[in-house]
Every structure is written in structure tokens, then in C-alpha cells.
């Protein structure tokens, strides 16, 4: 049973760069396609982007310029960095994993840890 | 983006009740749907893929059905755990999106 475990700082100051890692356990991260999603209260659920073990991406347009996703296949672990946040990147960021059931909708997913923007 | 929107947005309910939450997509997404339960404080978790598919472990009062635009996630007789949030989700067409949410509460 593949477990998802996310990891950063529960704080970051606005401008500053939201960073978050992902580790896999339980299942190779070179397969499949590992994925961020973000929950908060004014704008639900928002798909942020994927990236697969070939280190293909894609991403949310909406947040597109700020995103970048990576993945270190030799520690089963990806990674999130947002840039230039402001309040209303504060949300619980989920990682997840996508493509082992009919498509890609998300079969496994992290607990989410609340991260908060503010100074 | 393709828009989801699920109705209604709060349903009550009794315990052994059958109830529909309905899902609807800005353009055809064939069947390329998901549905999630999210409890409190917890990730979603995934009940319904491809629109009708039951995942692994999920009981089967779980039912799914639709394509095209109009989706539909049936539970046949509720059950206690069943009190929780519903999520419908598309992953036909990127960026992929969710519906804004079904609460399903106790009557």
C-alpha cells in the first residue's frame, strides 16, 4: 500500500517562495504520475500540476508561472516550489498520485498540512 | 477550464436513505469522471473512477453512473460513515478541475 507523506514549512511570508516535498513510501515514485492539489476555503479544490518519473510536467495555467514541480527518483520523493506568494496561496497542499486506475484520476493522496501566508 | 457543478450543495439525510448528488461538466468529458469523500480534517479519498468504475475497497452501496455532461453518485442506503463531503472531478481535459462540493449531513 503506496503511502504519501508531505513535508515544509507550515509558514511563509508573502513574496517568499513556498517550498514542499512528497516522499513516496510503499511504491516506486518511478511510475506513475505524482501530482499537487491545494484546498482552501474561497477557491475548493484546485489541481496545481503533475509530474512523471521522465520529469514530464504540467501544470495549472492559473499558476503556471509561479509553479515548478520536481521529482528525485533516487530518494522517492517530488517536490513543490511556489513563487511570490501572497495570502491567497494559503490552502492545505495535498500531494498524489494519479494514473494506476482508469486514467489519472488520484487513487492515493498525503494528509495535506496546512500551509498559512502571512508575515 | 471545464466548470463542474454539483447539486445540491447540502443534502440531509437519514441513516439507510438512498440519495443522488448530481455533477455536471461545462462541455463533454466522456467518462473521464471521479468521485471523492472527504471527512474533516482528512484527504479526499477516491470512491468512483472512469464515471462508474468502483475503486478497490470501496463498499459497493458506491455507485456511480453518466458521460458526456451529466454525472450522477449514488449511495443506496446510508450508513453512518457516509456523513462527509463529495467531490466530483474531471481528467479529460487540463487544467483538471473539481465540482465545489456536496455536504451530505445528518437529518
Known amino acids: 500500500q503506496v503511502q504519501l507523506q508531505e513535508s515544509g514549512p507550515g509558514l511563509v511570508k508573502p513574496s517568499e517562495t513556498l517550498s514542499l516535498t512528497c516522499t513516496v513510501s510503499g511504491g516506486s515514485i518511478s511510475t506513475y504520475y505524482w501530482n499537487w492539489i491545494r484546498q482552501s476555503p474561497g477557491k475548493g479544490l484546485e489541481w496545481i500540476g503533475y509530474?512523471?518519473?521522465?520529469?514530464?510536467?504540467n501544470y495549472n495555467p492559473s499558476l503556471k508561472s509561479r509553479v515548478t514541480i520536481s521529482i528525485d527518483t533516487s530518494k522517492n520523493q517530488f517536490s513543490l516550489k511556489l513563487s511570490s506568494v501572497t495570502a491567497a496561496d494559503t490552502a492545505a497542499y495535498y500531494c498524489a498520485r494519479a494514473g494506476t486506475v482508469g486514467g489519472t484520476a488520484f487513487d492515493s493522496w498525503g494528509q495535506g498540512p496546512l500551509v498559512t501566508v502571512s508575515s | 477550464d471545464i466548470q463542474m457543478t454539483q447539486s445540491p450543495s447540502t443534502l440531509s439525510a437519514s441513516v439507510g436513505d438512498r440519495v443522488t448528488i448530481s455533477c455536471r461538466a461545462s462541455q463533454s468529458i466522456s467518462s473521464w469522471l471521479a468521485w471523492y469523500q472527504q471527512k474533516p480534517g482528512k484527504a479526499p479519498q477516491l470512491l468512483i473512477y472512469?464515471?462508474?468504475s468502483l475503486h478497490s475497497g470501496v463498499p459497493s452501496r458506491f455507485s456511480g453512473s453518466g458521460s458526456g455532461t451529466d454525472f450522477t453518485l449514488t449511495i443506496s442506503s446510508l450508513q453512518p460513515d457516509d456523513f462527509a463531503t463529495y467531490y466530483c472531478q474531471q481528467y479529460h481535459f487540463y487544467p483538471y478541475t473539481f465540482g465545489q462540493g456536496t455536504k451530505l449531513e445528518i437529518k
Open positions: 472512469t464515471a462508474s
Open positions: 509530474i512523471n518519473y521522465n520529469e514530464n510536467t
